[in-house]
């Protein structure tokens, strides 16, 4: 069964880095061909794909955000991370990890996280 | 603002269908069959319920259906239950190598 939990600090300052941790159980990133996403949704609105990654580090990113954020993987860990760089207020939001989208998960996010609420505040 | 277009909200009575409609254009769910539908129940994690615009999953009920025409996809639901209602979102692959969601839209089960 696999499983995605994503761990990081809930409040952080303005301006500074946001970073994320998404240990993935069940299923060997190294040895499998799926890639991984970070998705957002601030509070009662929609979700936004911030971008995926995938065994080698290839990733592709949001254009929105592609300059501001970095998409890694550490296959002896079986993580991916996220970082997101000099955030805003705008960046609030519940953070998901996720697999896909991809060939092998029929091109879609089709495994979640439970998310993590991260508060950009003084 | 949302790339993807759903309505806001959807409502029906217990053993109805309702449809939910997610319009793109020609660079994404118009040209791709990559589109996909997830449900998510208020406080939880978004759940994929249907991918390549017409799957579902295993354990997802043949009552979620999914299909295309043109640059609109939609998401049936038949038979209406009560632990249907929460949020949808649609998502798309576009021409620029990256996946976009629909704004959302709320069901409701009267």
């Known amino acids: 069964q696999v499983q995605l939990q994503e761990s990081g600090p809930g409040l952080v300052k303005p301006s500074q880095t946001l970073s994320l941790t998404c240990p993935v159980s069940g299923v060997s990133i190294r040895s499998e061909t799926y890639y991984w996403s970070w998705i957002r949704q601030p509070a009662g609105k929609g979700l936004e794909w911030i971008g995926r990654?995938?065994?080698?580090?290839?990733?592709n990113y949001n254009p929105s955000l592609m300059s501001r954020v970095t998409i890694s993987v550490d296959t002896s860990t079986n993580q991916l991370s996220l970082s997101l760089y000099s955030v805003t207020a705008a960046d609030t939001a519940i953070y998901y990890c996720?697999?896909?989208?991809?060939?092998?998960?029929?091109?879609?996010?089709?495994?979640w996280g439970q998310g993590t609420t991260v508060t950009i505040s003084p | 603002q949302s790339a993807l277009t759903q309505p806001p909200s959807v409502s029906g009575s217990p053993g109805q269908s309702v449809t939910i409609s997610c319009t793109g254009s020609s660079s994404d769910v118009g040209y791709y069959n990559r589109v996909s539908w997830y449900q998510q129940p208020p406080g939880t994690a978004p759940k994929l319920i249907i991918y390549?615009?017409?799957n579902r999953p295993s354990g997802v009920p043949d009552r979620f259906s999914g299909s295309k025409s043109g640059n609109t996809a939609s998401l049936t639901i038949s038979g209406l239950q009560a632990e249907d209602e929460a949020d949808y979102y649609c998502?798309?692959?576009?021409?620029?190598?990256?996946?976009?969601f629909g704004g959302g839209t709320k069901l409701t089960v009267l």
């Open positions: 998502s798309s692959f576009t021409s620029s190598v990256t996946w976009e």
């Open positions: 990654v995938y065994n080698t580090g290839y990733t």
């Open positions: 996720a697999r896909g989208p991809g060939r092998d998960s029929g091109e879609a996010f089709d495994i």
């Open positions: 390549e615009v017409s």
